[in-house]
């Protein structure tokens, strides 16, 4: 099954209201010659703004979490009615929300199924960390966080889910996966979601790597067979490098 992809740009708490409309108006110009879904994640200050300037565009708009009530005494927190009243996906599971934020397996489990509710796309994010990596527990940690966080979900719950690999040491940190190990990574992934949810839910769901992509290593990134876009961090906060991104080879 030929899986769309998708190129998402999360620009984190980077970003005045100005410096967003004009990053995500030279966005709109971009040439985009992969057909790719391509998706900007603003901070909850720019969301609207950004909002209106994409309307009549192609360009998807997601939030970068969102709370598991629909309202009540949670201050500076935004509720998945609230983010659907504005932008149509959201990021749950960023591992900085995870090790800056707290947000535990359960408590993600409780964002999706929220977010579901309400009909948001979920960019559900998932990696592990350097020390995990080193002691060989890549996969237990993978599968755990799948199986926990999407725990008492049924395939057809999810058929619009987007899982993204991070690998927690390769975040900020200008290390990158090489693409082998970026498809071995995601080929496991894959694996883990047959066994949880079928082999037809697995080759059909989009995953993709997020952790330090970059304009001169996205090309070999997305040439691997089981990474269908990228999570892309500080450079989709230029417009130029977002745009050669986007417009892989």
Not at 41 to 49: E, G, I, K, V
Request: charge should be neutral; glycine fraction near 6%.
């Amino acid at each position: 099954m030929a899986r769309k992809p998708f190129i998402a740009g999360n620009w984190k708490m980077h970003n005045t209201v100005e410096q967003s409309l004009a990053l995500v108006n030279a966005l709109k110009n971009a040439v985009n010659k992969n057909n790719a879904d391509i998706c900007v994640a603003p901070s909850f200050t720019s969301l609207h703004p950004v909002a209106q300037a994409l309307k009549n565009t192609s360009i998807i708009l997601a939030a970068q979490d969102c709370h598991y009530e629909d309202k009540g005494a949670f201050t500076s927190a935004v509720s998945p009615v609230q983010v659907k009243d504005i932008a149509t996906h959201v990021i749950i599971g960023h591992s900085e929300r995870r090790s800056l934020f707290g947000d535990n397996n359960e408590v993600l489990n409780l964002k999706l199924r929220a977010a579901l509710k309400h009909n948001l796309t979920v960019i559900f994010c998932i990696g592990e960390t350097l020390s995990e990596r080193e002691t060989g527990k890549t996969f237990e940690v993978l599968q755990t966080q799948i199986y926990k966080g999407l725990k008492n979900f049924i395939a057809p719950e999810l058929k619009d889910l987007i899982i993204a690999y991070e690998p927690v040491w390769a975040i900020g940190t200008g290390k990158t996966a090489t693409p082998e190990m970026a498809q071995q990574t995601h080929k496991d992934v894959r694996a883990i979601l047959a066994q949880k949810f079928g082999p037809d839910f697995a080759g059909a769901v989009r995953i993709l790597y997020g952790g330090s992509v970059k304009a001169d290593n996205v090309d070999a990134i997305m040439a691997q067979p089981d990474v269908d876009g990228v999570l892309v961090g500080g450079q989709s906060l230029e417009a130029d490098k977002f745009i050669r991104i986007i417009d892989y080879n």
